[in-house]
């Protein structure tokens, strides 16, 4: 019989994963797994879980949102193992699996595991750790993981944006930037950067698309997005037009699709890693790891290109 172990977090979202745990574990029964549920208990059970567990299982599953998504990548990537990944998302954002096409109604996405093929996605490095989808410092970035959990649970996204505003209310100040050298793709600029980040996705904070277009999540590349400090409100309001146009080729941007990035900073930058606090650096190495994490996902998927197509051009 194959083995399936799949790590939970009970207080993800709102819960829910209570709700149909036992169908969960009945579509994977029924399809010959033996099953090992795991209910986390504590920050980096998972990841603990998983590091020292996976090589026993022929599968592993996790749900929880994309900090529970991030555990189990470093839990694979640290243990040395080969092992499929299947994701049912169960957090309030859960970018990383709505870029894979992951269903959100629970029971369709263990259907969508058992249904599903293994592919391979690429994984950040963040200088010793690792990264799902999402490597992010400056403004707001504070708030995917300051926000309270009980909030988000009952209001969802919306949580998010509620802190958000209450941070630009009380802390927004044009003064407050951070002066960074970024060194990519043979080319080295040094700005006043208010926000920046490394995403491999087609969702971030829920927004579909801030990456730009035609987002891989398996081609090599990642896609840098960096805002220059704006000089007073007039050009931060031209700055917030332009990223909701996604002209990133307007003069308040530096964007990059590359396969990695070096930042050296004047002092300590706060930086988020899929949406958790990934520490206060002045120096920071990004790269891709290519093909690094095998995800069991549905058909078609918009974010993962065609296995033909990459083989025909090399």
Partial sequence: MKKLLFVYNPHSGKGMIANYLAEIIDIFTKDGYDVTAHPTQRRDDCYMTVRERASEYDLVVCSGGDGTMNETLKGIMDGGHHVPVGSIPAGTMNDFASSLGIPKYMPD???????????????????????????????????????????????????????????????????????????????????????????????????????????????????????????????????????????????????????????????????????????????ISICVLHDALKMVVGKNVPGLKNDEKRKSNG
């Fill in 109 to 283: 996405a263990a259907k969508n595991i058992v249904n599903g093929t293994p592919r391979f996605v690429d994984v950040g490095a963040f200088n010793t750790k690792y990264f799902t989808y999402v490597a992010a410092f400056g403004a707001f970035t504070k708030v995917s993981y300051s926000t309270d959990q009980q909030m988000k649970n009952i209001l969802g996204p919306v949580a998010y944006m509620i802190d958000a505003v209450k941070e630009a209310m009380a802390n927004f100040d044009l003064s407050q930037h951070y002066n960074v050298t970024i060194e990519c793709q043979n080319e080295v600029v040094t700005d006043e950067f208010l926000f920046g980040m490394v995403a491999n996705s087609l969702s971030v904070g829920g927004i579909k698309d801030l990456a730009g277009d035609n987002v891989s999540m398996n081609d090599g590349l990642f896609e840098g997005i960096f805002i220059r400090n704006p000089r007073d409100t007039i050009e931060l309001n031209k700055t917030l037009n332009a990223l909701i146009r996604k002209d990133f080729n307007s003069p308040y941007f530096y964007y990059f699709r590359a396969p990695s990035f070096k930042f050296i900073a004047n002092g300590d930058v706060p930086w988020t890693v899929d949406g958790e606090y990934g520490g206060d650096e002045k120096e």
